[in-house]
């Protein structure tokens, strides 16, 4: 039988098999040819047995949290309480961009912020619209929960930025803890402990503690380089250009017209650069 991993406590793998969850254990070759299946995982299963025999190709892997086959991510963005940071969003951009994974934009805590604030990050959201990222804000359930529909999902970003608060909203019966912010370090506590998939509004739902790792060490620079993918739109005279030193780099001339966002090529430099 053909089923996915929603969940793992221990050393039980539970498998959704046509809307019934089986416990399963893993076959003892997993461990010598280290195999390590992950929520999200479609595998092929001994439904008598509950026994999972084969974990099948991936669309894509993350190992914290260890997550595959993502479609979307809801990149949740507080603009208060913690701070408003493009840096942290376009690295998760990147990261999502890298491992085929559709980033949206999702924004919080918005009544935090006075006017002439919202004003400023508003032509800012509308430029990441611009160049193809759908962006929604947080009270929008019905944007939301069209976006979820026949795609798996994760909500990440910054920690205390209304993950579970958003997931408690378009689900009350989940009722997800939901930790305060720290004043002093001005971030969440985590809340979330075990990776699990949910059903939701005809897709899937994965609720994680939060993506730990945003380092870029396991990429190369062109990777990186071709996850802003507006860059696209302004070929250089070089197809390798980097955007850094070169001579006539398009990118660069667009930065100065303010035609690439400022930030998203400082951005650029320092991810190239870690």
């Given at each position: ?122 032509e800012i959201l ?5 160049i193809g990222y ?141």
């Amino acid at each position: 039988m053909k089923g996915q991993i929603v969940k793992i406590s221990s050393d039980l793998h539970f498998v959704n098999y046509n809307d019934n969850v089986y416990p399963c254990k893993c076959r003892g070759l997993f461990r010598k040819e280290h195999i390590t299946p992950v929520v999200g995982d479609y595998v092929l299963f001994d439904i008598d047995k509950k026994l999972i025999e084969e974990v099948l190709p991936r669309k894509n892997l993350f190992q914290r949290p260890k997550v595959s086959n993502i479609d979307q991510a809801f990149l949740i963005t507080s603009l208060k309480l913690p701070d408003f940071s493009l840096n942290l969003l376009d690295k998760f951009i990147v990261l999502m961009e890298i491992n085929n994974v559709v980033p949206i934009i999702c924004i919080t805590k918005s009544d935090l912020v006075d006017n002439n604030e919202l004003k400023d990050i508003s032509e800012i959201l509308n430029y990441y619209k611009k160049i193809g990222y759908q962006v929604v804000f947080n009270y929008e359930l019905d944007k939301v929960e069209k976006l979820l529909k026949n795609k798996t999902s994760v909500f990440t970003g910054q920690t205390g930025a209304g993950k579970s608060t958003l997931l408690n909203k378009l689900n009350p019966n989940w009722n997800l803890d939901v930790g305060d912010v720290s004043l002093a370090l001005g971030r969440g506590r985590h809340t979330t402990r075990v990776v699990e998939l949910f059903e939701l509004f005809d897709g899937k739902v994965m609720d994680t503690p939060g993506f730990s790792s945003l380092e870029f060490s396991n990429y190369t620079k062109e990777q990186i380089r071709d996850a802003f993918v507006e860059f696209k739109k302004y070929p250089c005279i070089y197809s390798d250009c980097m955007h850094t030193n070169e001579e006539e780099c398009m990118v660069k001339k667009e930065v100065i017209s303010n035609n690439i966002l400022e930030s998203r090529y400082k951005n650029y430099l320092s991810f190239i650069g870690e």
